[in-house]
């Protein structure tokens, strides 16, 4: 399969993260295919926690913030809605599942929230890949099957985002005469993931910024090429997106260094119930996370940071407890930037990151990345930083 030639954008959107659940120094579980209650962190995900992140991402130019949704987070558009109070331009990535509540209900939801903070949502649709989770709220339809609803779901969305009366009577989704009393303007685009070969026609049909996790550069390549080869079909056009943790420092040898750190905080207990629990996934892409630490932890090897560098810069350490995004760009300034060039000229538009601890991370990111990417001419957003790249918390490393 071969992928076209992509120039990058003007300008590459970037994004954090909001961890509605908990925050620490080091590798908090929960994520995709965690338990309920799995995800802790020495921080607590308060209001005023998360609008310092959100006012640090802002403030450096990030597009917006993606917020999780699941069993083991604090609901997304409760706490987006408080954050979004506290910061004044940053656009939020909401995620939500179709099929928990009605399509009527989340497009109005939508369009509530864009008359009230214009321009700043954006959805990121999430199908649900756990049965037993989805079971927890009561939804007992197969993995399939809730392929089948998102299709449903998202076509009576978007044509009560059009304006029109909608009435469909479909498998999975029954609606009447629906309609809104005010559209959302702009019309928030809509984000979607998903590995298996129910996801792509979803994808293709429907979604504006198709995301992936962070994978090798070869099968991230796939990926693209999987995807816009069926939207071409459909003649459309879909950007991608990339989710990815990140540890970057002044130096290279410091930022493996954090790496050791935060596997050296992790005990084979640990990583042994982490990994049992993630094993009990349907999503394709969290088998794929899986696969990437295997061997190191059959032979037991992830104890060294090094041996989970599955890529040049890509490191799979999160994933040995963290469900969903597993890996991370490891590296000097230079380096993760080189990383982000690198996926950015295969065709990836957007870039969601997150770090441990968010906060501290995102300046570290901010101060060091973002302005090698803003002399390259990759990202253009926010103001520019002056100053020894370095987090204000701690002092240079050199």
């Known amino acids: 399969m071969t ?4 120039t990058p954008p003007p300008s590459l959107a970037l994004h954090w993260f909001l961890p509605t659940y908990g925050d620490s120094r080091s590798i908090v579980g929960g994520g995709h295919g965690s338990r309920a209650g799995a ?29 999780p949704a699941g069993a083991w987070c604090e609901d997304a558009w409760l706490t987006t809605a408080m954050v ?8 939020f990535l909401i995620a939500f599942r179709p099929g928990l509540i009605s399509p009527t209900l989340a497009a109005q939801m939508a369009a509530t929230f864009s008359r009230h903070a214009p321009g700043r949502l954006l959805l990121n649709v999430v199908t649900g890949g756990e049965a037993h989770e989805q079971r927890q709220y009561g939804d007992h339809l197969s993995k399939d099957e809730r392929y089948a609803r998102t299709d449903e779901f998202l076509t009576v969305v978007r044509g009560l985002w059009r304006g029109e009366s909608v009435t469909h009577q ?27 070969p129910a996801a792509g026609p979803v994808a293709a049909d429907h979604t504006d910024v198709y995301l992936t996790w962070g994978e090798p550069p070869a099968a991230v390549a796939a990926k693209i090429a999987w995807i816009r080869d069926l939207a071409r079909e459909r003649e459309r056009t879909v950007r991608f997106g990339i989710r990815l943790h990140v ?10 260094a954090q790496a050791g750190a935060l596997v050296d905080a992790l005990g084979e207990d640990t990583v042994a119930t982490a990994q049992a629990n993630l094993a009990r996934s349907e999503s394709v892409g969290q088998r794929s996370m899986l696969a990437l630490h295997e061997e190191s932890r059959r032979d037991g090897s992830w104890k060294d940071p090094r041996a989970l560098e599955i890529a040049p810069n890509l490191w799979s350490g999160v994933g040995l407890v963290r469900g969903g995004a597993g890996t991370a760009l490891v590296g000097s300034h230079t380096e993760v930037a080189d990383r982000i060039a690198e996926y950015a ?48 918390f701690l002092p240079a490393s050199r």
């Open 3 to 6: 992928v076209d030639s992509a």
């Open 39 to 67: 995800a802790s962190g020495d921080r607590r995900a308060t209001i005023g926690y998360l609008s310092s992140i959100g006012r640090a991402a802002e403030e450096f130019g990030f597009t917006g913030a993606l917020t």
């Open 84 to 91: 979004a109070r506290e910061t004044e331009k940053l656009a």
């Open 170 to 196: 479909g498998t999975h989704i029954q609606v009447e005469d629906a309609s809104l009393p005010f559209l959302p303007d702009p019309i928030p685009p809509l984000y979607f993931g998903g590995s298996s």
């Open 247 to 256: 540890i970057t420092r002044d130096t290279a040898e410091d930022a493996w």
């Open 345 to 392: 000229a295969l065709g990836i538009d957007e870039f969601v990151f997150s770090g441990y601890p968010h906060l501290e991370e995102l300046y570290w990111f901010g101060e060091g990345v973002l302005p090698i990417l803003r002399r390259r001419g990759l990202f253009t957003a926010g103001a520019q930083q002056t100053g020894a790249a370095h987090t204000p």
